[in-house]
C-alpha cells in the first residue's frame, strides 16, 4: 500500500498518476480517502488526484502526538514534495478544508486554486461545543454505540444508504482514537481575518442541509476570499459531496476547467 513518510508520519494516500494537472484533496474529521470515490471517478480522466487519509484516521501511521491544523497542512506539502509536485489545486471537505487554507497561507505559491467543501475559517458555535465534548466522552468511555454513531453519521452524512458504510468503519477503530483529532479540531485557530492573503482562485460548495456548519459560515468564507465569486449551493448535508456528488462533481469540473494556464 503507498505510503509517504512526511513530518514524522506514514502518511496513506492513493494517486490516479499520469501528467495532468495535479488536484489534492483532504477528508474530513471521522473520514478518510474514501469519501472522495465519486470525485476521483468523475475527475480522473483530465486530473491527476490524490486522496490522502490525515493524521489519526483511515491508514495513515500517526505517531499519537499532539498536533494543528498547520501540521496537517505541512503534511500535505510533504505529500506533495514527495510526489515531485510543486504546484497543484488543493482541496478538502470540513476538517481538510481547514488544513487546505493553511496551506494556501503557509505556501501560497504552491497552491493553483482551492476547493472548499462544506467548511469555514472560523472556530465552532460555542453552544455546540458541549454537544461534541459529550459525544466524544461517551465514544471513549463506551465505544461507538449504536445511538451514539447513528447521531454523529446524522451530522456528517444523513444518508440512510451511505451511513452504515462510515459506521461499520468507526466500529472498528480503538474507543480512544479519537481524543487527539477531536482536540486538534476544537482547539484550531481562527484564520478568519487572514482570509484576504489568499489571492488565488477559490471554489465554495455547500449542501444546504448541512447542520454543521452553517450556510452563513459558508458566505462568510467566500467573501473572504478575493478569488471566490460565491458559494455553490447543493443539495445535501455535511458531507455533500459523497451523498450529492453529481452538482458537486459538476462545479469542480466547471471550475477546474476555467482554471488560466
Not at 104 to 122: F, M, N, Y
Request: charged share 20%; glycine share 10%; hydrophobic share 45%.
Amino acid at each position: 500500500m503507498p505510503h509517504a513518510q512526511v513530518n514524522g508520519q506514514q502518511i496513506y494516500f492513493e494517486d490516479t498518476g499520469g501528467d495532468r494537472p495535479p488536484v489534492i484533496l483532504a477528508h474530513g474529521f471521522l473520514m478518510d480517502h474514501e469519501m472522495f470515490v465519486h470525485q476521483v471517478a468523475a475527475l480522473r480522466d483530465d486530473y491527476r488526484v490524490i486522496t490522502w487519509d490525515e493524521r489519526g484516521f483511515g491508514r495513515t501511521e500517526y505517531d499519537g502526538e499532539p498536533f494543528t491544523y498547520w501540521d496537517s497542512a505541512n503534511d500535505c506539502l510533504g505529500l506533495l514534495d514527495h510526489l515531485g509536485i510543486d504546484r497543484a489545486v488543493v482541496g478538502g471537505m470540513s476538517q481538510g478544508g481547514f488544513l487546505s487554507l493553511r496551506v494556501a497561507l503557509a505556501a501560497p505559491e504552491r497552491v493553483r486554486a482551492l476547493i472548499l467543501l462544506d467548511t469555514q475559517a472560523g472556530l465552532e458555535d460555542p453552544d455546540a461545543v458541549p454537544l461534541y465534548e459529550g459525544m466524544r466522552d461517551t465514544w471513549v468511555a463506551a465505544g461507538p454505540i449504536d445511538e451514539l454513531v447513528e447521531a454523529v453519521a446524522g451530522l456528517i452524512i444523513s444518508d440512510p444508504d451511505v451511513n452504515p458504510i462510515w459506521i461499520a468503519k468507526w466500529k472498528q477503530q480503538p474507543n480512544d482514537y479519537i481524543q487527539q483529532p477531536f482536540a486538534t479540531l476544537m482547539s484550531r485557530d481562527d484564520v478568519t481575518e487572514r482570509l484576504g492573503e489568499i489571492t488565488c482562485p477559490a471554489l465554495v460548495v455547500h449542501g444546504l442541509q448541512d447542520v454543521s456548519i452553517s450556510m452563513e459560515k459558508a458566505e462568510a468564507m467566500a467573501a473572504g476570499l478575493s478569488g471566490c465569486s460565491g458559494v455553490v449551493k447543493v443539495g445535501g448535508a455535511h458531507a455533500a459531496n459523497l451523498t450529492n456528488p453529481e452538482p458537486v462533481n459538476d462545479a469542480i469540473r466547471e471550475f477546474l476547467a476555467g482554471l488560466a494556464d
